[in-house]
């Protein structure tokens, strides 16, 4: 049985993640027959609530400590909702040797993405993380498609989804990675540059220049979600993201089996755009994804 680790309960996430390896299936049977999530540490949560989350997603422990759970588990999920507190929890299981998911925004600081990406590679470790959206069913879909030349020369396209600037959780980056790493997935990791107009802090459109197209991220808060390409043929998906945690688990997992984690400059890739999204608000007009270092 492999036995997974919860670090972090306050984001409904970890009771989804939970429920998704340990709760039967309509048919009674498990996403995973030899996969559970065995210990939750909610070392940033009020006792009552990790209790619930414990109970509630047929967790066996409830941890009191990251060596308690590192001694309990073979693999583990890092969920706290700032990314500047992932590095932390992150990098002492990685040094393990462990594979470890790091929830979206892996990490808010081009240093920290770095660090733990390089320390992943060192040690041959799994690291896995990000926005669960990428791996959604339709998002591969498109990027299969894209990549056989489906949609033949592509002009650009859109995507709408949700952000904040004035978010407790460090703002942008609790939900510009659903949109970013989508985009990345579908129109791919070399973006040039964005050009950030706000019209408040959670309506606001980021123009990603590629070489060969511009993409817009409509930042907007409407749902649903839509994933637009424009090319000589078209068409607009719309994203249902209602199996987010069992996509990701069942990625994850793979990934566990396999112990190959995902390319970690797609990653760090990732945390660029981020962080110029964020420059460009601060500062104004076009920002360089390559200046962000």
């Given amino acids: ?30 996403l995973f027959p030899d996969v559970r ?23 066996r422990l409830c941890a009191d400590s990251l060596e308690e759970l590192a001694d309990e588990c073979d693999a583990f999920m890092i969920l706290p909702r700032r990314g500047r507190e992932h590095i932390g ?28 990406c390089e320390l992943a590679r060192g040690k041959g470790a799994v690291l896995s993380g990000g926005s669960g959206l990428k791996h959604n069913r339709q998002v591969r879909r498109l990027k299969e498609k ?17 952000a904040d600037m004035n978010s ?25 540059s964005v050009n950030t107009t706000v019209l408040s802090a959670d309506n606001f459109t980021v123009c990603v220049k590629y070489r060969e197209y511009l993409v817009n991220l409509a930042i907007n808060g409407c749902r649903p979600s839509y994933l637009v390409i424009n090319g000589d043929k078209s068409t607009a ?38 962080l110029a999204v964020k420059q460009s608000m601060e500062e104004g007009g076009e920002v360089k994804v390559r200046d962000i270092v």
Avoid at 266 to 272: A, N, R
């Fill in 168 to 192: 407790p959780y460090e703002g942008i980056f609790f939900y510009l990675p659903h949109g970013v790493e989508i985009m990345l997935e579908v129109f791919g990791y070399h973006p040039e």
């Fill in 37 to 59: 999530v065995a210990a939750v540490w909610g070392m940033d949560d009020r006792r009552e609530h990790v209790e619930a989350v414990r109970e509630q997603g047929n967790i």
């Fill in 237 to 274: 998906v719309r994203i249902d993201d209602r199996d987010i945690f069992s996509e990701t688990m069942r990625h994850f997992v793979g990934q566990i089996r396999s112990g190959i984690g995902d390319d970690v400059e797609k990653l760090v890739k990732s945390s660029l755009v981020i």
């Fill in 89 to 116: 929890y992150a990098e002492p299981l990685l040094r393990r040797g462990v594979p470890v998911f790091v929830d979206k925004p892996v990490c808010s600081s081009y240093e920290d993405i770095r660090r733990l």
């Fill in 1 to 30: 049985m492999i036995k997974i680790g919860l670090a972090g309960s306050e984001s409904m996430h970890a009771l989804a993640f939970a429920q998704a390896c340990n709760k039967p299936l309509e048919n009674g049977r498990y």
């Fill in 146 to 162: 894209a990549e056989k030349g489906f949609f033949g020369r592509i002009r650009g396209g859109t995507i709408n989804h949700s």
